[in-house]
């Protein structure tokens, strides 16, 4: 099955400065890359994903990079804020596939990402 | 206009009784899921239903039965509670086919019940 790991497990930066999440996979016919962020109390919200046949994806602050030949994806948050703060978690999976589990997100252990004034 | 509802928030309970967690998406979806949150804040699925047709089961102890009376609900009933079944569950739909929300391969969560067996 997939495994997803991400690095780091925490981490803190000053708030206006850039934060980078990244994570690989293991299975190579994994095609869709979310990236979820929770808060404390709330349950994972999508913030932005990927599919495998795009390199690169950006929303504003936040953009999401992806090396297929290398299996890894990562997540760049620009001009980080206090409210940046949270979990973020990637994840992929197989879209498309309903059979043998290909719809099942599997994720990464989660980034701690703290905003310091 | 909660999109992804779950009932009950919190659950405090004694180790050996069974309780039950439900979930109701208002998003159209045609797929929902069961994920369990431990400590340490890793995310495993446990089951998943397509069309109220159980499509993913994990390596889940069959204490955990799950039940999807329509393609918009999806129960959680839980027996014989044990004290390492403590965690956040939580439930989630997407739209497996063409159409849908914002990203038509997007999950969207509950926000969680935090159970706790004493």
């Known amino acids: 099955g997939e495994n997803v790991e991400q690095h780091p497990s925490t981490l803190s930066v000053q708030e206006g400065d850039s934060a980078v999440i990244k994570c690989t996979y293991s299975?190579?016919?994994?095609?869709?890359f979310p990236w979820y962020k929770q808060e404390l109390g709330k349950g994972p919200q999508l913030i932005i994903d990927i599919r495998s046949n795009v390199g690169e994806k950006k929303d504003q602050r936040i953009a999401v990079t992806l090396n297929k030949t290398a299996k890894h994806f990562s997540l760049h948050i620009t001009e980080t804020q206090p409210e940046d703060s949270a979990v973020y978690f990637c994840a992929a999976s197989r879209r498309g596939v309903l059979t043998g589990g290909g719809n099942k997100l599997t994720f990464g252990t989660g980034t701690q990402l703290k905003v310091e004034l | 206009d909660t999109a992804v509802s779950q009932t009950p928030k919190y659950l405090v309970t004694q180790m050996g009784n069974d309780k039950s967690i439900k979930c109701e998406q208002n998003?159209?979806?045609?797929?929902m899921y069961w994920y369990k949150q431990d400590s340490k804040k890793f995310l495993k699925i446990m089951f998943s239903y397509n069309n109220k047709e159980l499509i993913i089961n994990e390596t889940v102890p069959n204490r955990f039965s799950p039940k999807s009376p329509d393609k918009a609900h999806l129960n959680l009933h839980i027996n014989s509670l044990e004290l390492g079944d403590s965690a956040v569950y939580f439930c989630?739909?997407?739209?497996?086919?063409?159409?849908?929300?914002?990203?038509?391969?997007?999950?969207?969560f509950g926000s969680g019940t935090r159970l706790t067996v004493v």
């Open positions: 989630a739909s997407s739209q497996d086919s063409p159409g849908g929300q914002r990203s038509p391969y997007g999950y969207t």
């Open positions: 998003l159209g979806h045609d797929t």
């Open positions: 299975d190579s016919a994994s095609n869709y």
